[in-house]
């Protein structure tokens, strides 16, 4: 297996990274996700293609700049260069809440069990764990907590209106 | 105070299971220490010098009596006998062992207490006023809003993995006693006065360490409806752009300064705009609902004079000192305000002993409705107490060791652990404050002095706050040794300063007379005993005291 979830179920990865794109004469097939410069350079070249298409994002870039995009996009790919790095957290809520991205969004990097709750409820819904984790075991990581406070992508009232 | 509902109290179990679960894979094996950490910190377990360490929270510093006992069965049963209130208004444990730590959350949860972000770089507890609703300068109780921001910030999830900590008080009254200026963000409640409604003037950027600096206004006034997305806002900016190359520039704080004041407020704003009328906007009900968590206790109507008390105070030095260092007014006739010190020469500040805490929850059940509140300062606080029942509570008191009168004055220091328990530490703390407390502990001299703050910090991570005391003291080493730097005129109050170095430092065995040498040239050289030590500092200014003191 691909050491991935998705959707909360173990899965098989069918997306491949891609980057080197030149003049549009050897475009590769199949689902693919390209960096975020690949993009913007080559948009309309990567739209020629059947396969899905996906795009990886730095953690530094702000969510705004594919914005009008995701409708053609399948994939956001976010990464968490290591645990402690919660930058691309803000960049998946902006995707899910503010500009309505109905894709997947996909954690790369240190994706480790105890980060995928708050993941979650970012919106992310694609986990590429790294490699000493365990995908089957790391599922029980989605229900550890079953009540949360606050909105995000999963809730759009604070716990204390639902309450009511 | 807050009840939990059920669903706050299986938040509260299922997390204690989820931790247990986290020990039990480190303890395996499964977690590295370095992963591990990042889980204990988010549970306020440090790694000290000679054992963990567990911070527990006390939400804005409110505890009930029954609270108070567990806290000290948790003393007793897990650790030494003792716990060390912070300035943070939680409470720290030097000694619990890893596996037991597991079964202390339980314990914890029972009455509704847990160690959830107490650390790590996520939203810490949010910390209050220890005289709100009992106050006489207060403008709102700022309990309902800090319960709604420790809703709110829990288990943030777009917001648990910060450039570093982040640290929120919120202030209702005129006279700053939650160091708002001093925090990630500070909130004050104020009132506009063209619309009459109460908002908020909002402090960013504040913080000590490395790099003090006293919190920029970033919004004049905010209504309270806006309070949960503007902070929001303010989070999201920093989680977005706060640097993360650089532990020591993390802070939001660097940011603001950084981005610059108006830069930052433009960024703040326009996400703000954005998420304004989202779920966190606050309407009437939700106001009316935490606000019913906090009502006025049932006050019985009573005179504002009694004849044992005024007898007493007549008859009786130390009780009429007691009552004039500890007692403060109370909004209610006939109540009044006490604070328990915990500054006394036989216990580091902020120490309470297991027998102690009992004690207190049943003074807090006799004489203050069943509640204790902690404060900034590292004491403790009775806020609800008849005058008629001052005389007892007092002799109580005195047979515990926590009636020294001394509140806000020059033996109520604010003390971090130091070299003692801290594997940060660079020098001792605690033997410099016991030996300052000893040197000064008599009550003519304190009382001449007046209302004057030390600080110590026994390393540039300032846990002592000592850049905000009037005289602050940091331990440093210096080539194996430890020695000691003086700051003055800093303030932690409404007229928050960061006070600034003095000159070289002293060595351990001179710091307690460098600060008797700058506490005499205050004496000498103020105008009259109602000028503070403070402002007779900002009027002389550095130069004066540097030249008297190393002259």
């Known amino acids: 297996m691909d050491n991935y979830i998705k959707d909360r179920k173990v899965d098989s990865n069918e997306w491949m990274p891609f980057t080197g794109l030149e003049d549009g004469d050897s475009l590769p097939t199949g689902d693919i996700y390209v960096p975020i410069e690949e993009w913007l350079n080559a948009r309309e070249t990567l739209l020629t293609r059947n396969g899905r298409l996906g795009v990886a994002l730095r953690n530094t870039d702000d969510p705004a700049i594919i914005k009008d995009d995701l409708d053609r996009l399948d994939l956001v790919v976010l990464e968490f260069p290591k645990m402690a790095d919660g930058r691309a957290f803000t960049q998946a809520r902006l995707l ?69 | 105070m807050y009840q939990y509902s059920d669903q706050d109290q299986q938040l509260l179990l299922e997390r204690v299971a989820q931790f247990r679960g986290q020990v039990a894979r480190r303890l395996k094996g499964e977690l590295s220490e370095e992963e591990f950490k990042h889980q204990r910190l988010r549970n306020g377990l440090y790694l000290q010098l000679h054992a963990y360490m567990l911070r527990v929270a006390i939400p804005y510093g409110l505890l009930s009596s029954d609270q108070m006992r567990t806290l000290a069965h948790i003393a007793r049963k897990y650790d030494k006998g003792y716990g060390h209130f912070s300035t943070r208004q939680n409470i720290q444990y030097n000694w619990p062992k890893l596996e037991d730590v597991p079964d202390i959350l339980d314990d914890l949860a029972k009455v509704e207490m847990h160690a959830i972000q107490t650390s790590g770089n996520c939203i810490r507890n949010t910390t209050s006023d220890p005289l709100a609703s009992v106050a006489r300068d207060e403008l709102e109780d700022p309990r309902p809003y800090c319960e709604l921001i420790r809703q709110w910030s829990t288990f943030h999830p777009e917001f648990n993995f910060l450039p570093r900590k982040f640290k929120i008080a919120v202030s209702g009254a005129t006279q700053d006693r939650a160091a708002v200026a001093v925090h990630d963000i500070g909130l004050r409640l104020i009132k506009n006065e063209t619309s009459g409604e109460n908002g908020f003037e909002v402090y960013v950027g504040g913080g000590l360490g490395r790099t003090p600096m006293i919190g920029k206004v970033i919004r004049s006034f905010l209504p309270k409806e806006d309070m949960l997305t503007y902070l929001e806002a303010i989070l999201r900016v920093y989680n977005t752009l706060g640097r993360r190359d650089n532990i020591y520039k993390a802070r939001i704080k660097i940011l603001v300064h950084e981005t610059g004041e108006d830069k930052f407020r433009e960024l703040v704003e326009a996400e703000w705009e954005k998420i304004k009328a989202g779920g966190l906007y606050l309407k009437d009900e939700d106001f009316a609902w935490v606000k019913g968590f906090f009502k006025d206790p049932d006050y019985e109507l009573l005179p504002d004079n009694d004849t044992e008390f005024e007898n007493l ?43 102690q805490m009992d004690a207190i929850a049943d003074l807090a059940d006799k004489y203050s409705l069943s509640q204790i509140r902690t404060t900034h300062r590292q004491n403790l606080v009775l806020s609800d107490v008849k005058l008629q029942d001052l005389p007892a509570l007092w002799e109580e008191l005195k047979a515990l060791d926590l009636a020294t009168p001394n509140y806000n004055h020059v033996t109520d220091i604010i003390s971090c652990p130091g070299l003692d328990y801290c594997a940060l530490a660079t020098a001792r703390s605690i033997p410099i404050s016991q030996a300052i407390t000893e040197r000064f502990d008599n009550y003519d001299f304190i009382n001449d002095l007046g209302d004057v703050s030390i600080n110590i910090s026994g390393c540039i991570n300032a846990c002592g706050h000592h850049h905000v005391a009037n005289i602050g003291i940091l331990g440093v080493n210096k080539k194996g040794t430890e020695v000691y730097q003086l700051t003055l005129g800093g303030s932690a109050r409404e007229d928050a300063a960061i006070g600034k170095i003095i000159g070289p430092a002293f060595e351990a065995d001179e710091i307690v007379d460098a600060v008797e040498k700058v506490l005499s040239v205050y004496l000498e050289n103020r105008e009259d005993p109602e000028e503070t030590f403070l402002m007779t500092y900002r009027r002389l200014g550095q130069a004066f005291f540097k030249e008297r003191l190393y002259g």
């Not at chain 1, 969004?105 to 919106?123: E, H, K, N, P, S």
């Not at chain 2, 604070?339 to 580091?348: D, E, I, N, R």
Request: proline share 4%; hydrophobic share 30%.
């Open chain 1, 96 to 164: 899910r809440e503010r500009y309505g991205f109905k894709g997947e969004i996909r954690a790369t990097g240190d994706v480790l069990y105890d980060q995928l709750f708050y993941m979650q409820r970012c919106g992310i819904n694609g986990f590429e764990l790294r490699d000493d984790q365990n995908a089957s075991h790391s599922l029980r990581a989605f229900d550890e907590m079953t009540v949360t406070y606050q909105p995000a992508s999963d809730e759009e009232l604070p716990l204390w209106r639902r309450q009511k």
């Open chain 2, 313 to 355: 105070l007549l008859s009786n030095t130390d009780f009429a000192r007691w009552v004039d260092k500890n007692i403060e007014l109370h909004k209610q006739s006939g109540y009044r305000i006490v604070y328990l010190s915990l500054k006394t020469a036989h216990q580091p500040p902020g120490d309470v002993t297991a027998d």
